[in-house]
């Protein structure tokens, strides 16, 4: 594995295999303790419904409400001890901003999150109640990267990626690992896709496992740019910022050092509409009882939009999170139709 998350290089890998199965074991060790063992949720409504064995590893009960802490924090936790009395930095507008802000928090550091000033105020306050410091940007005339990799080398900080780095996708792998560890063998996994290290540590960990296993992504299909780039056989990238209701999949393109891995392991992408997903964040929370953000329902829907083809016989669907306001939760259950 590369090195630590850095101020100037945020990693980059040598060899086909950036991450590995030990890798992903080792982040499980270091996250024992720090982040939940979150459970896996099982439903005989949902297997009748789509004609299946489900399992819903249920990450919108880990901590800040996504999968994200899982990363940030196997990356904090392993940066040296100068490092982390100086700080981190981290741009994000969601999940990642929460959980490098708590990470940091838990190991005794401090953080600084590049966010954009149009950052629902609920998404801000949270990164501030774990301690953060915001530094704000306009999305639409400013480069988040460009600013974070700027404040990371005035203020001697380790910039924190939300993706691209072995260290955040191996933590981001222990997901699938648990939800393996309490299910045996699974005929197939879904996972969600946005900058891709989900997915990417989710495939490295399900087929190291079990070789046989198909690991299946799923995008919005207004953000299908991992989907794209499969199809060209190298990364491609959208035109504009996808519009989709999963914000959290709004990528243009997939990072460099998770589509290395994720065209070697994924079985394939798969897309669904915002109708899609809609539908699949009503069934969780009248059939499921579990509340699911747009982005962390894609899999769901992918399922119950009859999207897998061949239908598994056993199937593993990661919900990635659950990050929603009540009053966003309402205005997309009225747009679905069913609504009063």
Known sequence: MSSSPSAEDPGTASGNEPVTLADIRAAAGRLKGAAHRTPVLRSRTLDRLVGAETFLKCENFQRVGAFKFR?????????????????????????????????ARELGSR???????DTPRSKMDATADYGAEIVTYDRYTEDREVIGKRLAKERGLALVPPYEHPHIIAGQGTAALELLEETGELDALIVPVGGGGLAAGSA??????????????????????????????GRVSLDEVPRTIADGQAAVTPGELTFSVNRRLLSGVEVVSDEDIRAAMRLAFERLKIVIEPSGATGLAALLAARIDPLPRRVGIVVSGGNIGIRRFVELMREDGHGG
């Open 71 to 103: 990363g940030a924090y196997n990356a904090v936790s392993q940066l040296p001890p100068a490092q982390l009395a100086n700080g981190v930095a981290a741009y994000s507008s969601g999940n990642h901003a929460q959980a490098v802000a708590l990470a």
């Open 111 to 117: 953080a600084v999150i590049v966010m954009p000033e």
């Open 204 to 233: 490295t960990a399900a087929k190291a496992l079990h070789p046989d296993i198909r690991v299946i992504g799923v995008e919005p299909e207004a953000g299908d740019d991992t989907r794209r780039s499969l199809a060209a056989g």
